[in-house]
């Protein structure tokens, strides 16, 4: 297993799908799991604010993750989970604890069955605790911008290469 943890916009979706296809690993992209059950949420009418329905949601989604889809149900949701509606859903149900430990218990699952990469805020946290042994590289925010992975001033400003720090 593999996990990138780092800071929103630090490129770490970018890295962990480069990793995963490199080593011939899975990509769980975890933001996507909270989109699919965002979007099954708003298809079934379900009011963001009844965490008890929400999180009975995140329980029972199945959701599939291969190279570059996502599917719910057996539906591929790629393109469907990405838009702003379903976007602003993850948003709030991403605070739900119910939630977050339905979709947790996905995610050790899936790193348990295989080889992944892992991306995250906090992932680290959680993930350290499946192997013995742990490496966690985080961007460090100038190092993001150079990598070319948001717009942090003028380009002679920002640094040539992304270097990362271990931890």
């Known amino acids: 297993m593999v996990a990138i943890d780092g800071p929103a916009g630090a490129g770490k979706s970018t890295i962990a799908k480069r990793v995963a296809a ?9 933001g996507a799991m909270y989109r699919a ?3 099954w ?9 009844d965490m008890h329905r ?3 949601l995140a329980i029972a989604a199945e959701i599939d993750l291969v190279p570059g889809r996502i599917r719910l149900n057996g539906e591929d949701v790629t393109d469907a989970i990405r838009t702003p509606e379903v976007s602003g859903g993850a948003s709030k149900l991403a605070v739900i604890p119910g939630v977050r430990r339905a979709l ?3 995610q050790r699952a899936m790193g348990e069955r295989s080889s992944v990469v892992m991306e995250g805020r906090d992932i680290g946290r959680w993930c350290s605790r499946m192997r013995r042994s742990k490496s966690i590289w985080t961007p460090t925010p100038a190092s993001a911008c150079g990598a070319g992975w948001g717009t942090c001033g003028p380009p002679e400003k920002r ?4 270097r990362w720090r271990r931890r």
């Open 37 to 39: 059950v965002a979007l």
């Open 159 to 162: 640094l040539p290469k992304a």
């Open 104 to 106: 947790v218990a996905k």
């Open 41 to 49: 949420a708003l298809r079934q009418k379900v009011d963001p604010g």
């Open 54 to 56: 929400m999180e009975q």
């Open 22 to 30: 490199r080593l011939g690993f899975i990509y769980i992209d975890s």
